[in-house]
T-cell receptor
Framework: QQQVKQSPQSLIVQKGGISIINCAYE??????FPWYQQFPGKGPALLIA?????SEKKEGRFTISFNKSAKQFSLHIMDSQPGDSATYFC???????????FGSGTQLTVLP | DAGVIQSPRHEVTEMGQEVTLRCKPI?????LFWYRQTMMRGLELLIY????????DSGMPEDRFSAKMPNASFSTLKIQPSEPRDSAVYFC???????????FGPGTRLTVT
């Protein structure tokens, strides 16, 4: 059972454009929603995270939008750069243990 | 400070052989997680430890897999006997405590032929 569904599987954006990746979850007990960035040959690294008591969180060019009623959240990358080319994973967890359930990943390519 | 250290980075073995993957968490972190990443199943949590004690091993696929954490600075994930379907990238991650950000190691790419 896939508890966190992520789309699209791949995304190509021009430099300077906006990249948008979407995730939907099923378990209403989830209370922590991080996004991870993974470069080839590296482990995932935490990019930004949100809790369901806010609808938006922004850190630099990265913004998470959260819709609790729709059980959806998305990552927006403004002014996308070639260096942003990586695989992005959304995740969700519940409780204090923070056992992460990951989405399937989105391979982002930003063209120069 | 050094991040999470995993060894080996690449492992190629034949079906039926025993495989041992190693992880050194970040110093001072007391939670450790083992993940497996495949194209088909994505990133899956296999097991996690807190203060060297296994807390949840429900993600371990079968009895061929075992994990230990004999002390705060070392953990192993063992597969015996290995099978081709075990081929994947195995990540170790650590965090300061449960509920805090997890820092991932570079992973071990395992190929079982």
């Amino acid at each position: 059972q896939q508890q966190v569904k992520q789309s699209p599987q791949s995304l190509i954006v021009q430099k300077g454009g906006i990249s948008i990746i979407n995730c939907a979850y099923e378990n209403t007990a989830f209370d922590y929603f991080p996004w991870y960035q993974q470069f080839p040959g590296k482990g995932p690294a935490l990019l930004i995270a949100i809790r369901p008591d806010v609808s938006e969180k922004k850190e630099g060019r990265f913004t998470i939008s959260f819709n609790k009623s729709a059980k959806q959240f998305s990552l927006h990358i403004m002014d996308s750069q070639p260096g942003d080319s990586a695989t992005y994973f959304c995740a969700a967890s519940k409780g204090s243990a923070r056992q992460l359930t990951f989405g399937s990943g989105t391979q982002l390519t930003v063209l120069p | 400070d050094a991040g999470v250290i995993q060894s080996p980075r690449h492992e190629v073995t034949e079906m039926g052989q025993e495989v041992t993957l190693r992880c050194k968490p970040i110093s001072g972190h007391n939670s450790l997680f083992w993940y497996r990443q495949t194209m088909m199943r994505g990133l899956e949590l296999l097991i996690y430890f807190n203060n060297n004690v296994p807390i949840d091993d429900s993600g371990m696929p079968e009895d061929r897999f075992s994990a230990k954490m004999p002390n705060a600075s070392f953990s192993t994930l063992k597969i015996q006997p290995s099978e081709p379907r075990d081929s994947a990238v195995y990540f170790c991650a650590s965090s300061r405590d449960v509920g805090y950000e997890q820092y991932f190691g570079p992973g071990t790419r395992l190929t079982v032929t």
